[in-house]
Each structure stands twice: as C-alpha cells, then as structure tokens.
C-alpha cells in the first residue's frame, strides 16, 4: 500500500476516534483517488472499513462508560433498516449521482463544523432548550416514546444516506443524539461509534454480490485506520476539539470541491 493511502488510513481513525465521525468521509477519497479502485467497489469497501474500525473504537468507549446502549439499540435497528435498502438502491443509481451527492455531503458537514455551537441549557422540569426550543428528555428513558420515535425516524433516514453514498452519517448522528436525547457529548460521540458500525455493516452487506471486492486491500486499510482510531481516542481529551474541528471542515472542502470537478463535473 502506497505511503499517501497509509497516512489517509491513520486520518480516517483518527477523525473517527475524535469525532465518533468523519470516517468514510476520508476512506471513499483515499480509495477512490489513491489506490484507484472503481467507484461503486470504494463505496463498499469504505463502509467495510468504517464497520470495523468504529466496532473497535465503540467497543474501547463502551468499556469506558461512553456508549448509551438503549439509545445506540433503537438508532441502530432502524438505521440498518434503512442503510441496507439505501445500498441496494445505490447498486441502481448512476455513480455520477453516488458521488455528487457525496460531495454535498462533505460541504454539509463542513458547514455544521463551522457552525457556531449554541450550549443547551436545562430548562424547568428537567427539559431540554435550544435555540428557543424545548425538548423534554425525561421521556427518553422509555423504549416507546415520542422521543424514541424522532431517534428511529432519524435512524431511517440517515441509513438511507449511508447506503446510498457510502457515508457512516456520524456528524448527523452526534447532534440528533445530543438534541434528542439530551446525552453529553462524549457519550454521543462513544454511541454514535456503536451506530455508525451496525449500519456501516448493514451497507456493506446491501453492497456484496453485486460489485467486486478487493479484500486485501481493504483489510491492509482497515488495520491502519484501526491504529489510528485508537491514537484519535487517545489525543480526545488533550486537543482543542474547536481548532481541529475548523481544519478538517476546510479539508472536507477542499476534498468535496476536488470530487465534484474531478468525477462528477470531468474538469
């Protein structure tokens, strides 16, 4: 495996490590441009990627408390749901769609990244308001509730997106949970790991029979972004989460803007 594909390999964990997102983002670019494997396989391959790494990331986060399995439980059932349909869907979709669509993505969580953050504050009776807002998460302590409803419906339609365009939906996934079910932010991010596995499984699943691949390379792949998840976990406590945050969403910029002009417009 070339040097470039390695470094791309430690980034992909690294981001997934400090973020519980991010990862397919760099994997699908690093398959696509610089080990060169054909679009759709790379779509495949990079959720066979993410499905592992974040398996073993959730698991190191679970071990430290940081995983609200009831939470990861409802999210994850209805987000393989809609994952597997999606990626049978993107077996069908042109991949000029597939990887435009995938571009757009990048620029929307570039734009979240750069997104001023608005603290939620507690509000009377245990609620939670933002932006105005307020959403009660007493409730989320029961399996059927309105709020366990909004987490399944999220789950859906952010598998759908995973399926389809190859992206784990971990920057979607990491505020639903804080908005919706009024968790802290490190056990988001340590759930989200556990969600964006099962449905990283259930799309690479959608995706097998029907394009070729390459598991040499995925696996030589995965066993660097493993390494570097496990450093991006380690670093999570002692980098500026805002500083690091603001790089890499010019980075998904830059990237986004390069597979636009490259595959999809044929600049």
């Not at 080990?35 to 790379?42: G, I, R």
């Not at 909004?150 to 505020?175: D, K, S, Y």
Request: a positive charge; glycine letters at 14%; one cysteine or more.
């Amino acid at each position: 495996m070339e040097l470039s594909a390695i470094f791309a390999g430690l980034v992909t964990g690294l981001v997934l490590g400090l973020f519980g997102s991010g990862g397919s983002i760099i994997a699908l670019p690093a398959l696509l441009y610089l080990l060169h494997v054909e679009p759709k396989s790379a779509i495949a391959m990079s959720l066979g990627v993410v499905a592992v790494t974040a398996t073993v990331s959730a698991l190191d986060n679970w071990r430290r408390g940081r995983v609200d399995v009831r939470i990861a439980f409802v999210f994850g059932l209805f987000g393989v749901a809609g994952t597997f349909a999606g990626a049978r869907l993107g077996l069908l979709t042109p991949v000029v769609i597939q990887l435009g669509l995938f571009a757009l993505v990048m620029y929307a969580a570039a734009w979240r990244m750069l997104k001023p953050v608005k603290v939620a504050v507690p509000a009377a009776g245990g609620a939670l308001s933002t932006d105005g807002g307020t959403l009660a998460i007493d409730g989320c302590r029961a399996f059927f509730s309105p709020c366990m409803g909004h987490i399944a419906l999220h789950g859906i339609g952010v598998g759908v997106l995973t399926g389809l365009v190859g992206v784990g939906g971990g920057f979607l996934i990491v505020p639903a949970l804080v908005l919706l079910s009024g968790i802290p932010m490190k056990t988001a991010v340590g759930t989200s790991l556990a969600i964006v596995a099962a449905k990283s499984y259930a799309g690479f699943a959608g995706y097998m029979g029907g394009v070729p691949i390459d598991y040499a390379v995925m696996g030589s792949f995965t066993a660097v972004t493993i390494i570097g998840s496990f450093a991006g976990a380690h670093f999570s406590t002692r980098i500026s989460h805002d500083t690091l945050k603001k790089a890499f969403a010019w980075f998904l910029v830059v990237v986004a803007t390069y597979i636009l002009f490259k595959s999809v417009i044929g600049v």
